[in-house]
């Protein structure tokens, strides 16, 4: 299922994460995330945003998060950008999704294949019985999934070494029309 939507909220009560991906026709798969597998993912799509970007390539190893904290503000900044663009409303993240009738029960998330490709990555959602969802993502949808597990991972009280450098966000001060090239 290529995905048009991906809406992600947390269960207090599961302490889990809910993941709900919905192709441009409209058929919904609906997924829980375990801390741990949301920190692995997390991990994985970090390290391959590092491994893939030329400036951080370039860069020596003590300033590689810095210049992947410019990139995500940038990022995440055209995503805001674009979001207040769009005159559609935007969904309530932290609603609880409750199957329809018409819906399968979610499904726990059971593995995440991930590829790289050359404008950023493909994720394979698979749980316990096979592929559930394909998301096809660009890199600055890739920041924007990563910025949305760290906020959800710190809702639910998770502490997730592997997005810490985001938290460093409140420290920095970006010009309007800064970039990290």
């Not at 998330?109 to 096809?136: F, P, Q």
């Amino acid at each position: 299922m290529g995905t048009g939507r991906l809406d992600i909220s947390y269960s207090r009560t599961e302490d889990r994460l809910l993941l709900v991906a919905a192709d441009r026709a409209g058929e919904r798969s609906a997924l829980v995330l375990t801390r741990r597998l949301t920190r692995a993912v997390a991990g994985a799509l970090v390290e391959l945003l590092m491994k893939t970007s030329p400036e951080i390539s370039r860069s020596t190893p003590d300033h590689r998060q810095d210049i992947l904290l410019f990139e995500h503000l940038n990022a995440i900044s055209a995503a805001d950008r674009a979001a207040r663009e769009d005159d559609t409303p935007a969904p309530t993240p932290d609603t609880p999704h409750a199957p329809a009738d018409d819906e399968v029960a979610p499904a726990l998330l059971y593995r995440v294949d991930i590829k790289t490709t050359e404008t950023g990555m493909t994720l394979r959602l698979s749980d316990a019985e096979g592929s559930r969802a394909n998301l096809a993502l660009s890199r600055s949808e890739v920041h924007q999934l990563v910025g949305i597990l760290a906020a959800k991972a710190t809702e639910a009280g998770w502490d997730l070494g592997e997005l810490g450098w985001i938290d460093r966000r409140a420290h920095l001060v970006v010009p309007d029309r800064a970039t990290v090239s």
